[in-house]
């Protein structure tokens, strides 16, 4: 079984790599590199950055293709398999179909956990390369613009002293609106300040207007004063400020937590961002549900050839990612929560890939 289970996992192997080439293909072409020919067109944009281009667009493509290329890797690993008639001759032998499918499916989630960690460590920094050097360097575009919640962070010696959220940031008046300011003492909130507004001056401050301020360092005190205006204690232009912003994309999960505790208490909708931080699990997931739709449907009773494995590979696709766009939109609503909307498409393809194994096995 040892020399059985190497074979089918080479098989397997060869053909995740080569769908991974191949639709990473696809995608560069279709998508990344008509935004960089409006880059050449439009801006000028070096050949250097033209590579750096394509180099950080990668990681988040190659994430997307990981479940594409499993459901290759098992439609045409199999589909080989019961072409040349070697499913019949290992049945012969006594060995099932599930114990056949079993290299792929340990292979598989090890692809989906890979993929996890890849879509933790180098996804969200390669985006924000990405985003950086288009805005920046690119389109030579250092003006900034008007964005929604804001964080501003403040940490010393790894323990977080002030935490800033403003509502938005209006690029036209040069305010950050409705803010929300926790000052911190040995991890502890001592003081609360809730503002109107804070407009950045010409004295290169920014100043709060019409604001309150709790104190709560004193144990079971509370005490309250109102404030006309006060200068807020950050030392950011509003330029640095959108600089250090990150888009969800951009984000890991440990900062999509972080980013979604910091918008409930400012009771923001955080719908959203939680279907972005669920769907970092079940995209990478979706390796191995589509190992044990693709390992079944792979068995063909007449030889064939492998553009057949293409076509359903497409087909399944893109059920599935129309699953996907409509679990994610049904979780942005209100009807499921985020956590469980996401989880349809993989759960779908489970049980449909179940069954499939069952009645092969049969």
Same mark, same amino acid.
């Given at each position: 079984?040892?020399?059985?289970?190497?074979?089918?996992?080479?098989?397997?192997?060869?053909?995740? @790599?080569?769908?991974? %080439? !191949?639709?990473?293909?696809?995608?560069?072409?279709?998508?990344?590199?008509?935004?960089?020919?409006?880059?050449?067109?439009?801006?000028?944009?070096?050949?250097?950055?033209?590579?750096?281009?394509?180099?950080?667009?990668?990681?988040?493509?190659?994430?997307?293709?990981?479940?594409?290329?499993?459901? @290759?890797?098992?439609?045409?690993?199999?589909?080989?398999?019961?072409?040349?008639?070697?499913?019949? !001759?290992?049945?012969? %032998?006594?060995i099932s179909f599930k114990r056949l499918v079993t290299p792929v499916i340990v292979f598989s989630l090890g692809v989906s956990i890979f993929s996890i960690g890849f879509n933790e460590y180098v996804v969200p920094a390669s985006n924000q390369a990405y985003a950086? @050097?288009?805005? =920046?360097?690119?389109?030579?575009?250092?003006?900034?613009?008007?964005?929604?919640?804001?964080?501003?962070?403040?940490?010393?010696?790894?323990?977080?002293?002030?935490?800033?959220?403003?509502r938005r940031y209006d690029a036209e008046t040069g305010r950050l609106d409705n803010l929300s300011i926790q000052e911190f003492e040995k991890n502890k909130m001592v003081r609360v300040e809730n503002a109107e507004y804070a407009q950045w001056d010409t004295?290169?401050?920014?100043?709060? =207007?019409?604001?309150?301020?709790?104190?709560?360092?004193?144990?079971?005190?509370?005490?309250?004063?109102?404030?006309?205006?006060?200068?807020?204690?950050?030392?950011?232009?509003?330029?640095?400020?959108i600089r250090s912003q990150k888009k969800p994309d951009e984000m890991s999960i440990k900062e999509l937590k972080e980013q979604i505790d910091i918008m409930k208490s400012q009771y923001v909708d955080t719908r959203k961002i939680e279907t972005e931080l669920y769907q970092r699990f079940t995209v990478p997931m979706a390796s191995l549900m589509f190992a044990l739709i693709g390992a079944p449907l792979g068995i063909q009773p007449n030889r064939s050839s492998s553009s057949i494995g293409f076509g359903i590979s497409i087909i399944i696709i893109f059920i599935y990612y129309t699953l996907m766009t409509l679990a994610g939109a049904i979780g942005q609503s209100s009807f499921i929560p985020p956590a469980i909307a996401v989880w349809i498409p993989n759960i779908v393809t489970l049980i449909v890939g179940c069954y499939l194994i069952r009645k092969e096995s049969k």
């Open positions: 079984m040892r020399i059985l289970d190497k074979y089918i996992l080479k098989e397997t192997i060869m053909t995740f @790599l080569f769908g991974v %080439c !191949a639709f990473s293909a696809v995608f560069l072409g279709s998508g990344t590199l008509l935004r960089i020919a409006q880059y050449i067109t439009q801006y000028g944009a070096s050949f250097s950055a033209i590579v750096r281009l394509i180099i950080y667009s990668l990681p988040g493509i190659i994430v997307w293709t990981f479940p594409m290329s499993m459901l @290759l890797a098992a439609l045409l690993t199999f589909g080989r398999l019961s072409g040349n008639s070697e499913i019949i !001759a290992m049945r012969a %032998c006594g950086d @050097l288009v805005r =920046y360097e690119i389109q030579g575009n250092t003006t900034p613009e008007s964005q929604d919640h804001i964080i501003i962070k403040q940490i010393q010696d790894g323990n977080i002293q002030r935490l800033v959220y403003a004295d290169d401050n920014w100043v709060m =207007y019409n604001g309150v301020l709790y104190d709560l360092s004193q144990p079971d005190t509370e005490r309250m004063m109102k404030f006309d205006s006060q200068v807020l204690p950050i030392n950011q232009n509003p330029n640095q400020i």
